[in-house]
């Protein structure tokens, strides 16, 4: 027997044979310990979350880097692997990201095979934490779009060409990933990465969900503001060219047709009879809003604008990567807003 049980048996004889007051005054001493061991228990088990840092979240990118921290807050600390003003399709990742992921609480990717390259890091950085693929459960776009004319079927598609050729295509497999260009989409994203943060932070899951609904009824007016945006402007007038294939799903939500210099990863390569073509439908469809994107080398661009006679627009769109901090497209409605503008004022400057 040890001394504790020794003296804890000698205790609980004289409780039996005491009188009833020392019983009573053994009642309360012992309820007081219970009642104090209980805080001491339920304050070891507080500490943890009261006392916890921000919850580590690992983005793929600069957008979901900035829908992640409009949901979390100040309950997070973000860090997207391909961060402002770089292109994700040529992403490679380093080690200094293999640990970054290793230490995350989540990791927040795109889905839909934009991140081609995450199952390599996933392996590097021996990832067993939380993931989400934000696209889950939308319906994709293929990633060869249908022929929606006589026009456009006239210039042959290859690949995620839209009336050219590519020798090489780098796709992202059979669906188009910039799903986030419909804003529709960016609600079911913001659901999701709220959910997850509520599974590996679940005490802090009340404020996710009240950041996640007021973020969404930012995203509807950023919505019904687009559509005003292009309501005054004739279906047929809304035709761009863009430097790669980013923005089908903007154009099936809101009524513009793309026609891009580039397939749906900036690495593809356009053959010189695909680019000819593209001049050819641009010249004879009257297009004249013509766009490089920031990512993208312009020259290739410029050079579909000098031989089809158009004037690229003086404002470069954001597609695939937010701007840094003091540019025109630093977070996600930002981003929109200003494409939407740029791409309404362009059209609008060359209608009759």
């Not at 990742?93 to 230490?103: L, S, T, W």
């Not at 799903?179 to 899951?205: E, G, K, T």
């Not at 404020?207 to 292009?230: E, F, K, N, P, V």
């Amino acid at each position: 027997m040890t001394a504790w049980e020794m003296v804890g048996g000698r205790w609980m004889s004289r409780w039996v044979r005491g009188p009833r007051r020392q019983r009573a005054h053994w009642r309360l001493a012992v309820a007081l310990c219970l009642g104090g061991w209980q805080v001491l228990v339920g304050a070891a088990n507080a500490a943890p979350t009261e006392a916890a840092g921000p919850v580590p979240v690992v983005t793929s990118f600069s957008i979901l880097g900035d829908i992640v921290q409009q949901v979390g807050g100040d309950r997070v600390s973000v860090r997207a692997l391909v961060g402002p003003e770089m292109d994700a399709h040529v992403y490679q990742p380093k080690p200094a990201d293999a640990r970054a992921v290793a230490a995350a609480k989540l990791l927040v990717v795109n889905g839909l095979g934009y991140e081609g390259w995450l199952e390599r890091l996933l392996r590097s950085a021996g990832y067993r934490g939380e993931l989400v693929r934000v696209t889950d459960g939308i319906e994709p776009l293929p990633a060869v779009a249908p022929q929606p004319s006589k026009a456009h079927a006239a210039a042959p598609r290859r690949g995620h060409a839209h009336g050219h050729d590519h020798d090489h295509d780098h796709d992202h497999g059979a669906f188009d990933p910039h799903a986030w260009q419909d804003v529709r989409n960016v609600m079911v994203y913001a659901q999701r990465i709220a959910d997850a943060l509520c599974r590996v932070d679940a005490p802090s899951c009340d404020g996710y969900r009240q950041r996640a609904q007021a973020y969404q009824q930012t995203l509807r007016a950023l919505d019904a503001d687009i559509r005003s945006a292009w309501a005054a402007i004739p279906a047929e007038q809304r035709k761009i060219v863009t430097s790669h294939d980013a923005f089908r799903y903007y154009g099936n939500a809101y009524g513009v047709t793309f026609l891009p210099a580039q397939g749906v990863s900036t690495a593809s390569e356009p053959s010189a009879a695909g680019v000819a073509r593209l001049i050819r439908q641009i010249r004879a469809e009257g297009v004249r809003a013509v766009f490089v994107e920031r990512l993208t080398d312009p020259r290739l661009v410029q050079r579909i604008a000098r031989e089809s006679g158009v004037q690229p627009a003086s404002e470069p769109l954001y597609s695939d990567a937010l701007s840094r901090a003091d540019g025109a497209a630093p977070d996600y409605v930002r981003l929109m807003r200003h494409n939407t503008q740029a791409m309404v004022t362009a059209v609008r400057g060359a209608t009759p």
